[in-house]
C-alpha cells in the first residue's frame, strides 16, 4: 500500500478484492499531476509475499479502473473503451 501510494510523484491507489478464493490486490499509481494517467498492476497474496501478476503500463489522460463479470476482472479505461488487461482464474494458476 505504501509503495503504490508513494512511489510516483503523484501518488495512487490500492483496491483489494477476493477473486476465484484468492486475495488479490490491484494497485493504480498516477504520473501526471493535472491530468489523468494511470498503469495498473494485479497482485496475489503468497505463503509469504504479495506476487504480481500481471500489469498494463501507463495510460494517459484516463484512469485505469477494474469492472467485475463473470469469471474474470476487466481493466480499461474509466471513460469507457476497449479492455486492456484481463484478469482470469488461469492468471492465477502458476502462484
Known sequence: KNWTETSTLVG?????????????????????????????AVYVRGDKTWKLVKAYPVVMGDWIVAEQQAGSYLFHPENGGKSLMVLTQADLAHF
Open 12 to 40: 495512487g491507489r490500492l483496491d483489494k478484492a477476493t477473486f476465484e478464493g484468492r486475495e488479490v490486490a490491484f494497485a493504480y499509481r498516477s504520473y501526471t499531476s493535472g491530468v489523468k494517467s494511470s498503469d495498473a
